[in-house]
């Protein structure tokens, strides 16, 4: 299994950005999804996370109401579309398969990582 996370960069607090994460495998629709962040000098945390089917999606609090995540199975890809940025979302975001098919917020559930991709939000 191989993910690959793009669609970072450089925006102005207030702007939008949306995150892909493509993956590998054939088993990507039968797993959870999700994604974290690592800001520089913090710890990784958990931003968002989807069933295997979609149907049920979880966040984290300082995002929620600024994000979505979605998954578009054929394509085996992961979206987060964030809006309303704020300096304090610059971080490195990564996406994750999960162990399991219900969305859960624990890192020690995901099996699988991505490179990530680096969201840098300017005041």
């Known amino acids: 299994v191989q993910l690959q996370a793009s669609g970072g960069g450089l925006v102005q607090a207030g702007g939008s950005l949306r995150l892909s994460c493509a993956t590998s495998g054939r088993t990507f629709s039968s797993y959870a999804m999700g994604w974290f962040r690592q800001a520089p000098g913090k710890e990784r945390e958990f931003v968002a996370a989807i069933s295997w089917n979609g149907g049920s999606t979880v966040y984290a609090d300082p995002v929620k109401g600024r994000v979505t995540i979605s998954r578009d199975i054929l394509n085996t890809t992961v979206y987060l579309q964030m809006s309303g940025l704020k300096p304090e979302d610059t971080a490195v975001y990564y996406c994750?398969?999960?162990?399991?098919?219900?969305?859960?917020?624990?890192?020690?559930?995901?099996?699988?990582w991505g490179q990530g991709t680096l969201v840098t939000v300017s005041s």
């Open positions: 994750a398969r999960s162990r399991y098919r219900i969305a859960s917020a624990a890192a020690s559930g995901y099996a699988y």
